[in-house]
């Protein structure tokens, strides 16, 4: 039985009110209405839930643990209904809300991203980075995954092809004229990278080092790590190009060994046929920076 198409949306409207002021005196004020009308309204809610969605003492009222998972939800499904009349009516811009893994974000993005806000300053852009996996039906437009991205009904897009070199300051570069020397320097290793220092060195048929100088969970600490020249870093050269063009860190082994190329980055997104108004422009920004063509 589909219990949501039996609820007026005055119950709905009443509900959120009473759940979000926690006071049926103050909702009545809000709607109004009086108290005993939201209270009716209320106890006709719970009736057709058959859930009690309000614990009620003479002195306050305070929502159930099923009260107070329906009051998520249903704020969330009132925050979309107040983006979609924004985008009706134009009164406010909505942002475009993109998530993204974290060292993507700082090593990448935020370098370029203002390019992207002169060309388009009418695009209010809302950033989040974590490792985790954006939910997008509740909070984000686009994400910007580290790795293959777990099977799901959205358009996954591969970004750039990325090279694994090792990286260090010119000062350290002068030390390192032959793969074997890296075994006399301290290695920089970023522990959530799928390629790490063992791999590049398989890759060159060299036996992998037993020791490392330092360990990371984040590529932009031990970028930023090689950069104050603590040692010498296995990394993408994408994440580092900021760094490489500033001479800042150098590859010094670049030509006499080979990188380790692998495709660390996804584009995903929700396959929808309603959109943001700003997220074509940029996805489109996104890809022709990294000069990929949108094949989608």
Same mark, same amino acid.
């Given at each position: 039985m589909n219990v949501f198409r039996k609820v007026p949306l005055s119950y709905i409207r009443v509900f959120e009110a009473a759940g979000r002021t926690l006071s049926f005196a103050d909702a009545a004020r809000e709607l109004s209405l009086s108290p005993s009308a939201v209270s009716h309204s209320v106890r006709k809610l719970e009736d057709l839930l058959g859930h009690r969605l309000f614990l009620r003492s003479t002195r306050e009222v305070r929502l159930t643990r099923e009260g107070a998972i329906l009051m998520e939800h249903i704020q969330r499904g009132m925050d979309e209904m107040q983006r979609g009349f924004a985008l009706l009516t134009r009164?406010?811009?909505?942002?475009?809300?993109?998530?993204?893994?974290?060292?993507?974000?700082?090593?990448?993005?935020?370098?370029?991203?203002?390019?992207? =806000?002169?060309?388009?300053?009418?695009?209010?852009?809302?950033?989040?980075?974590?490792?985790?996996?954006?939910?997008?039906?509740?909070?984000?437009?686009?994400?910007?995954?580290?790795?293959?991205?777990?099977?799901?009904?959205h358009e996954k897009i591969p970004l750039a092809l990325e090279g694994l070199a090792p990286l260090c300051t010119p000062a350290l570069a002068e030390r390192i004229r032959k793969p074997e020397d890296l075994y006399h320097m301290p290695l920089i290793q970023?522990?959530?990278?799928?390629?790490?220092?063992? #791999?590049?060195?398989?890759?060159?048929?060299?036996?992998?080092?037993?020791?490392?100088?330092?360990?990371?969970?984040?590529?932009?600490?031990?970028?930023?790590?090689?950069?104050? #020249?603590? #040692? =010498?870093v296995l990394e993408s050269t994408l994440l580092s190009e900021r760094e490489l063009q500033r001479g800042e860190l150098v590859r010094p082994l670049a030509g006499s060994t080979r990188e380790v190329e692998y495709v660390g980055h996804y584009l995903v997104h929700p396959r929808r046929a309603h959109r943001h108004e700003a997220f074509e422009t940029f996805k489109a920004w996104l890809l022709n920076a990294l000069g990929i063509a949108d094949a989608s």
């Open positions: 009164e406010e811009r909505t942002p475009l809300r993109l998530h993204t893994a974290p060292s993507f974000a700082t090593q990448w993005l935020l370098p370029r991203l203002a390019g992207f =806000v002169r060309d388009h300053p009418n695009i209010d852009l809302r950033f989040s980075a974590s490792t985790d996996y954006a939910r997008f039906d509740d909070d984000f437009d686009l994400d910007i995954v580290y790795g293959e991205p777990k099977p799901s009904p970023c522990e959530v990278q799928m390629y790490q220092w063992k #791999g590049w060195f398989e890759a060159n048929q060299l036996p992998p080092p037993t020791h490392y100088g330092l360990r990371f969970d984040r590529s932009s600490m031990a970028i930023a790590a090689a950069v104050d #020249g603590l #040692g =010498v």
